[in-house]
């Protein structure tokens, strides 16, 4: 039996937006209560794609720093930058040797991400599932919670995890280790508006990496910059709808009701319920006053902690050397696994 524990991560690549706090970072605050919860910044996965070094010390910073912002205490869960924790290089390389080819070549967001110029991308950016599944297993967690867009990563973290129990079933057991040596980690469903997109174009995922995306809501505007973004979001003409199917062909509806809803912890059917018939005149306003609300707190929360790079420092060593503890105990086992 393991013990339930999450691990996410989230790369330090570029400002932190709206979709990275719906789609993750406020998804991992009540995970605090009821699992072991280790956090991470993932500068190792950031330099898949170019980082200038002094850009990519701020951004860690920043990630950490949105992290304890939106609640995630650091004495209950593990914060800290994956390049610290030597481990997760390590065992990514076995799991290198674990994960088939076609496996990598079949991901989504590589072809994505590569586009059509795939042989001049990075070979760290091919083998970033591999990372990922290291990290994950590293410390045998036993659940993600994933946006949309890292599903087919979790089932690859999968793949390898059963791959790896089942090629050294043997070794596991001349060991006298658990056969199920890794979990079979599950993800952690989101609720309303797990993918949020772009507030310029409603069939776009609202990203870290487009640079030429000025609509995003970085997680450090403040309160005039949420509502002006808000204001200038891409509508259609008609009110709002009615009924939640009233929102399919509308994505950009679809995705500011999807917003409201994370925000107000509502559903969308709720949301509906009190603007149904309205315009946007109506709708836009009460939006952004809501996400001023709960975002605006939280980038001056920010701005602090970022003032105080002691303080961010102090809390990533600290979890770089509690993380380190779980990481080396799975090494160890591995290493005797593989023959090393
Ligand atoms: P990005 O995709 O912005 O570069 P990351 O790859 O570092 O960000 O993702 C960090 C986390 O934020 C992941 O869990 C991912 O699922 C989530 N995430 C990123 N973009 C969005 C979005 N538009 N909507 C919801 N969740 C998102
Ligand atoms: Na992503």
Not at 53 to 67: C, D, I, M, S
Not at 333 to 340: K, L, N, P
Request: aromatic fraction near 8%; glycine fraction near 6%.
């Amino acid at each position: 039996a393991f013990t339930p524990r999450v691990f996410s991560g989230i790369q330090p690549s570029g400002d932190l937006h709206l979709g990275n706090y719906l789609g993750a970072i406020r998804r991992f605050v009540p995970l605090q209560q009821s699992h072991e919860t280790i956090y991470c910044v993932v500068d190792m996965h950031a330099i898949t794609v170019w980082q200038e070094p002094n850009q990519l010390r701020r951004a860690t910073r920043e990630v950490a720093a949105a992290f304890i912002a939106a609640g995630i205490d650091p004495q209950k869960s593990i914060i800290f930058n994956q390049s610290q924790v030597v481990q997760h290089a390590e065992l990514a390389w076995v799991f290198n040797c674990i994960a088939r080819m076609g496996w990598m070549a079949r991901m989504t967001q590589f072809k994505d991400k590569a586009g059509k110029n795939s042989e001049n991308v990075s070979l760290g950016l091919f083998a970033y599932p591999s990372l990922m599944a290291a990290d994950i297993l590293l410390y045998k967690a036993t659940h993600v919670p994933v946006g949309d867009d890292q599903k087919q990563h979790l089932e690859l973290t999968r793949d390898i995890a059963t791959k790896f129990n089942n090629d050294y079933r043997a070794a596991i057991g001349a060991e006298g280790l658990e056969p199920d040596f890794f979990p079979i980690t599950e993800p952690l469903i989101a609720g309303p508006a797990t993918r949020i997109m772009s507030l310029r174009d409603g069939t776009k995922k609202m990203s870290k990496s487009d640079p030429s995306d000025q609509s995003r809501i970085s997680l450090l505007d403040d309160a005039d910059a949420i509502a002006k973004k808000i204001k200038r979001a891409t509508t259609d003409a008609a009110e709002l709808p009615n009924a939640v199917e009233g929102l399919s062909d509308r994505p950009e509806a679809d995705n500011l009701v999807g917003i409201f809803a994370a925000l107000s912890d509502q559903s969308k059917a709720d949301v509906l319920a009190e603007f149904g018939g309205q315009g946007w005149g109506k709708f836009k306003p009460a939006l952004a006053e809501l996400a001023v609300s709960v975002l605006a707190p939280m980038a001056d929360e920010m701005r602090r902690l970022l003032d105080d790079l002691e303080t961010i420092d102090a809390v990533l060593r600290d979890g770089a050397e509690r993380a380190r503890v779980i990481a080396e105990d799975t090494m160890t086992e591995v290493r005797r696994i593989v023959g090393f």
